[in-house]
């Protein structure tokens, strides 16, 4: 079991360049099953979630090969496999992302639902409603979904914006015959991202980023070389460190028009923000004021913040009310924030912070990958020692966060601790 070791309080000051975004290789790495061409994605972050996934498409047949920093996916072999098991679902919902692509191409797949995690039930009914109504014949039974047919365009509204919804079904869309409409699309960089991936394999995609995306469907895709956009969930948190520990963090190779959610906020509690051509300047010397927060699809503020916007919010002046609109569980990391003397009471979907209060270090525990990062950044402004359990959360999404931390001058280690 590892954890992080943290002695604080520290200030965050220095440059910290952005990984490639998790959230956009995850599906730019199911592509590859849209092809029987070499997919060379560059930019992809080396973290847990991402090999977890090379594992599963290994099992369904395409292997990866790392070249000069690229990775390049290819098919090695016909696998008339197109199961996706629940050993290795169960560690990554986002392996439902192959359930699209594997339609398209193969006309058959077989995928373990995902089931819940810590944050949420997560179900993925619009990816197979989505799918119905493209022709796919869906079937339930035994834990898995399994989808069968011919796909044919069509005109298709979400109930709710899903970011990896509309991912799957332009995927499997890509190659429909025909041409299909899709409405209250989630419109995330990283929807936009896998959307031009598809164009440069040979897809006709139009209106990502919109609400409403057209896909005109063709009768193949092709090779492409793809960099993947950098990480606006990780570059963002080390922002938020910045404000918190009252330091000076230049982001470098983001990208601030995905930011702008965040960056508008920090503003507004009082820090300054510069974008230049040396990237993403966030410092703040004095106090800072609470500020509310309600969580949206983007481009409304990310959820994948909200955890460690309220780390931020323990140490403002004032009451902030956080509104969890997304999922149904995501406070988990509350009531660990409040072992480190924060006061935060937490009715439903709402928090309320009451600063300022200053934290001192203490065990904690992580429960999902954000609550990992906002736990380590109280922990960088705590006064005294931190350890947080259970890392292993943390390395599903970000690249090598205590080297980061480090270089921006925390105090943070890495212990192997033998299971008990
Ligand atoms: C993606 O999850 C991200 N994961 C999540 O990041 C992120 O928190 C989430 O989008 C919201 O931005 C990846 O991209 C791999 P949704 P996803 O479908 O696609 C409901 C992280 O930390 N819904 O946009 O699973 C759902 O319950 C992770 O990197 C349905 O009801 O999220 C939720 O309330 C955590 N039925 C809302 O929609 C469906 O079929 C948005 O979920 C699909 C979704």
């Given amino acids: 079991m590892e954890k992080f070791h943290i002695v ?9 360049r952005a990984s490639g975004a998790k959230n956009a290789a995850l599906p730019a790495l199911t592509a590859s099953l849209l092809t029987d061409e070499p997919l060379t994605l560059r930019r992809v972050p080396r973290v847990r979630d991402i090999r977890t996934l090379q594992k599963l498409l290994d099992h369904l047949g395409i292997g990866a090969e790392e070249r000069e920093g690229a990775l390049i996916l290819r098919r090695e072999r016909e696998s008339s496999d197109h199961d996706a098991p629940y050993d290795l679902v169960k560690t990554m919902r986002a392996s439902v992302l192959v359930l699209g ?22 179900p993925i009914d619009q990816h197979l409603k989505a799918l119905t109504a493209l022709g796919a014949d869906v079937q339930l039974s035994h834990g898995y979904v399994e989808v069968t047919g011919k796909l044919t365009g069509t005109r298709f509204r979400f109930d709710m914006p899903t970011v990896t919804g509309t991912e799957n079904v332009m995927m499997a869309a890509a190659l429909a015959r025909g041409t299909t409409v899709l409405e209250n699309c989630a419109r995330e960089p990283e929807v936009v991202d896998l959307a031009n991936l598809l164009n440069a394999m040979g897809a006709r995609i139009s209106g990502a980023g919109e609400e409403t995306i057209v896909i005109d469907g063709v ?11 950098p990480d606006r969930i990780e570059g963002g948190t080390y922002l938020i460190g910045a404000v918190l520990t009252r330091g000076d963090v230049t982001l470098e190779g983001a990208n601030a028009a995905d930011l702008a959610p965040l960056l508008d906020k920090l503003a507004g509690v009082g820090a300054s923000v510069e974008v230049s051509a040396e990237g993403i300047r966030v410092h703040c010397a004095g106090d800072i004021q609470s500020l509310d927060l309600e969580t949206a699809p983007h481009p409304g503020f990310p959820t994948d913040l909200q955890a460690q916007y309220m780390t931020l919010m323990t140490r403002a002046d004032g009451v902030a009310t956080i509104s969890e609109t997304i999922f149904e569980n995501r406070f988990q990391h509350a009531p660990e924030l409040a072992r480190m003397g924060a006061d935060i009471r937490v009715e439903g979907g709402r928090a309320r912070v009451y600063g300022p209060k200053s934290l001192t270090g203490a065990g904690v525990m992580a429960t999902d990958l954000r609550a990992s990062a906002c736990l380590i950044l109280a922990g960088v402004a ?10 292993y959360h943390l390395d599903r999404g970000y690249e090598g966060m205590e080297l980061k931390l480090q270089s921006l001058g925390a105090r943070v280690a890495r212990w192997s601790v033998p299971m008990s």
Avoid: F, M, Q, W
């Avoid at 692509?101 to 997560?122: D, N, Q």
């Avoid at 705590?382 to 947080?388: D, M």
């Fill in 101 to 122: 692509p594997l339609l398209a191409k193969v006309g058959h797949a077989r995928v373990s639902l995902p089931g819940g995690c810590a944050i949420g039930v997560r």
């Fill in 219 to 229: 009768e193949s895709l092709g090779a492409a070389d793809h960099t993947i956009i």
């Fill in 8 to 16: 604080g309080p520290t200030r965050l000051a220095g440059r910290v």
């Fill in 382 to 391: 705590a006064e005294g020692e931190t350890v947080v359990d259970r890392i």
